[in-house]
């Protein structure tokens, strides 16, 4: 059985791994804990962030919203910050896992576990979310696109942990759109995911558009070349219909349990429309 440490400091997870360089970082739990059921392998210590001051909280401030990575699902939900200025990633939210899920899993650990089906991914893209991360040398900051490299990989190493996320606040002009499809209506891994953030002028022209997908690829995909044509078009049914087959042209998925890769293609092609569902 793993020893579980609770540290109140980040000196103090450090302390821990350097020590015991196969400590695993614990935030919810949700994904880790799964994993380590299914794989058998229990690190020598587990490392619970609950108790390290600044690492929960969200705050908004010179235009930047700063999230903790332990903060909750649940916690984003209830956050008047999030709905009010990301709601692209409230929306995410909503859709993610069941209440207990919600009030457990992380925002971090989502990140963190890097699977191209996390439902917070798609809308961290499109906000150009950036992540904070610490060691006991220096800190950086890095887009999340560079953070994440692949399935269940990125790029922290050694002594380095997530500790912030910073969120620049879209201009109030902006819509945000989160749209899913899994194998049933609720508790469902999605088989396809679709992040939209949407400038449209009252004439229905669109000024700005981006769009970020989930599970059809080894990370959530993001073109910004295709985004830029969309600019100067009408926003409607012709331009959404547009937008999936182009993005269905482009994406990679695979063929797993959940769906063949022709089906996840043929469900993003149709997922843009779903914008104009209510």
Wanted: hydrophobic share 45%; glycine share 10%.
């Amino acid at each position: 059985m793993s020893e579980v440490a609770l540290p109140a400091s980040l000196e103090e997870v450090y302390a821990i791994r350097k020590r015991e360089p196969g400590a695993a970082v614990l935030a919810g739990g949700t994904d880790l804990l799964v994993r380590m059921r299914a794989d058998g392998k229990k690190p020598p210590v587990l490392i619970g962030l609950e108790r390290i001051p600044g690492l929960s909280g969200i705050a908004i401030q010179d235009g930047v919203v700063r999230i903790g990575p332990m903060v909750t699902h649940q916690n984003l939900l209830d956050s008047p910050v999030i709905r009010k200025h990301l709601a692209v990633m409230h929306e995410a939210a909503q859709v993610l896992g069941s209440p207990p899920v919600r009030h457990m899993g992380t925002i971090g650990g989502n990140i963190c576990t890097a699977s191209p089906a996390g439902d917070l991914l798609p809308a961290l893209y499109v906000l150009d979310a950036e992540v904070e991360i610490s060691s006991p040398a220096k800190k950086r900051v890095v887009p999340i696109a560079t953070f994440i490299t692949g399935p269940g990989r990125t790029i922290l190493t050694g002594q380095e942990i997530l500790t912030g996320i910073r969120i620049p606040v879209p201009d109030p002009g902006y819509q945000g759109f989160y749209r899913k499809v899994g194998q049933r209506r609720a508790l469902a891994i999605s088989i396809v995911s679709m992040a939209a953030l949407l400038m449209v002028s009252p004439d229905k022209t669109v000024r700005s558009a981006r769009f970020a997908w989930g599970s059809v690829g080894p990370v959530v995909m993001r073109f910004p070349d295709v985004e830029s044509s969309f600019a100067g078009r009408t926003f409607g049914p012709a331009l959404l219909a547009d937008v999936g087959r182009q993005y269905s042209e482009r994406i990679r998925p695979i063929s797993d349990i959940r769906a063949s890769a022709s089906y996840r293609k043929m469900v993003a092609a149709g997922l843009p429309l779903k914008i104009l569902e209510q």
